[in-house]
């Protein structure tokens, strides 16, 4: 089966995420593609004193990463397949379209979309707008409440 190409999930500790990347996981399988995951470790607030401020950029960095290899194991075990990971530090929407810019393989951006969370409209908006400007990969929008069997339908 030819690859084609690279799906991009961008996720947080969220429950949407986990669906978000299960659902691309199933894309990938049935298109042959690869599933990349992204996660993205803003940084602290600069207030704080720059030892204080090492230990809590350190400690993020640590939750990321037991974080991204949970959802890694998560998607072996859904879907049998091995997914790349990637975390970023800095501005969570400027840093997922870096990640997108700088592989031309990528060719689906996919997130979560939690039930009443303002915080992710606003990124998915913001994300949308730069993605007519900046980027010619489509955006999946995947409800966080869809089940195994909705996923499977709907890949």
């Given at each position: 089966?030819?690859?084609?190409?690279?799906?991009?999930?961008?996720?947080?500790?969220?429950?949407?995420?986990?669906?978000?990347?299960?659902?691309?996981?199933?894309?990938?399988l049935?298109?042959?593609?690869?599933?990349?995951?992204?996660?993205?470790?803003?940084?602290?607030?600069?207030?704080?004193?720059?030892?204080?401020?090492?230990?809590?950029?350190?400690?993020?960095?640590?939750?990321?990463?037991?974080?991204?290899?949970?959802?890694?194991?998560?998607?072996?075990?859904?879907?049998?397949?091995?997914?790349?990971?990637?975390?970023?530090?800095?501005?969570?929407?400027?840093?997922?379209?870096?990640?997108?810019?700088?592989?031309?393989?990528?060719?689906?951006?996919?997130?979560?979309?939690?039930?009443?969370?303002?915080?992710?409209?606003?990124?998915?908006n913001?994300?949308?707008?730069?993605?007519?400007?900046?980027?010619?990969?489509?955006?999946?929008?995947?409800?966080?409440?869809?089940?195994?069997?909705?996923?499977d339908?709907?890949?």
């Amino acid at each position: 089966m030819e690859q084609s190409g690279k799906y991009l999930v961008c996720v947080d500790k969220s429950e949407s995420s986990r669906v978000a990347l299960h659902f691309a996981c199933k894309k990938a399988l049935k298109r042959g593609g690869v599933v990349e995951i992204l996660h993205i470790v803003t940084p602290a607030d600069m207030q704080n004193l720059f030892g204080v401020m090492g230990k809590m950029r350190e400690e993020q960095r640590q939750e990321a990463e037991i974080l991204v290899k949970s959802l890694s194991e998560s998607a072996f075990q859904y879907a049998g397949i091995t997914s790349e990971i990637h975390i970023r530090e800095g501005r969570l929407g400027e840093e997922i379209i870096n990640a997108t810019l700088e592989d031309s393989n990528v060719n689906m951006l996919v997130l979560g979309a939690a039930a009443n969370s303002k915080e992710r409209g606003q990124l998915i908006n913001w994300l949308a707008e730069k993605l007519g400007d900046r980027l010619l990969i489509p955006l999946m929008i995947v409800p966080g409440n869809l089940t195994d069997l909705q996923i499977d339908e709907l890949s």
